[in-house]
């Protein structure tokens, strides 16, 4: 083989610089988010009062992810248009390049159609039909409805993100009962301050995408009292899902102290003038964020470990 040839061959089988990888279309399904997905889906799960098969257990976790994924993937797709303008998304593979929209669009479907199906035959159609309701609110009702329209977008939108306990649950039993809902009102609660704060340090991203957040639409005056009173109800839930089936002594304890210092965030968040926040780099509201993202994971945590005691008689308040 001559040297030109060999170079040829060489040059071919390298991928270009804006070939997209596995981890490309991987970032299409959100992972950060999934992560959450599994999560309290697991919770949902092993929360409710009926042993699971390990492997159907495994499956219902599996497919709910995949789920979720789909709804990341088909979010992506509509918003390639904004995902390109704003600072935090940009990098995305849509916006940067890596993957053609209708790729977006062909792998949500895909996803989605067989997370369903598969849910539905792992553990029985109920659950198999909330997480196709579930992914259908997302995409239409959240993304190409919602996002847009409204600044109330991330008020009603979180409930898409706060069915997976909920699926899980009915995924184990078949049926619904009061304690999945305290765990979706729990999520469904900490969303608006969790991505008011965001929006609060991201600045302009939403103003240069024409996303009528709150900060956008109602000011950051307005945004930090949102955040205030929304923690204050957020902790009135918290403190009382205590003394429900999925509450118990190890429970209460990290509901108030979470919520103490969840609170005491968002009085100073409430407090801070624009020009203070822009002094320090919203060190408080970057502050608030993060801690936001440690209080949901605990208090899943906590119901988790609370379900996990129950077979021994140290769970919950029996």
Known sequence: MSDASFNASTVAAQPRADEASFGDYFALLKPRVMSLVVFTALVGLLAAPV??????????????????????????????????????????????GKVEEGEALAL?????????IMLGLATNWFAGAFLAF????????????LKRLTP??????GAAGAFPPVIGWVAATGSMSIEPWLMFA??????????????????????DAGVPMLTVTHGRRATRWHILIYTALLATLAVGTSFSGI????????????????????W??????????????????RSFFKLSLLYLFLHFGAVLVEALLKPYGLGGWS
Request: hydrophobic residues 50%; glycine residues 10%; contains cysteine.
């Open 134 to 145: 579930t992914i259908f609110f997302y995409v239409v009702i959240y993304t190409m409805w």
């Open 51 to 96: 042993s699971v098969h390990p492997i159907v257990g495994f499956c219902a976790i599996l497919f709910i992810a995949i789920g979720g994924g789909a709804s990341g993937a088909l979010n992506m797709w509509w918003d390639a248009d904004i995902d390109k303008v704003m600072k935090r998304t940009k990098g995305r593979p849509i916006p940067s």
């Open 152 to 157: 109330q977008n991330i008020v009603i939108g």
């Open 247 to 266: 509450g118990g002594p190890i429970y209460l304890m990290v509901a108030v102290v979470m919520n103490a210092l969840f609170l005491r965030g968002a």
């Open 186 to 207: 729990l999520t469904f609660m900490w969303t608006p301050p969790h991505f008011w704060a965001l929006a609060l340090f991201m600045r302009s991203d939403y103003d």
């Open 268 to 285: 100073q968040i409430s407090r801070r003038s624009e020009d203070d926040a822009e002094a320090d780099n919203f060190k408080v509201e």
């Open 108 to 116: 949500g479907l895909a996803l989605s159609g067989l997370s369903v």
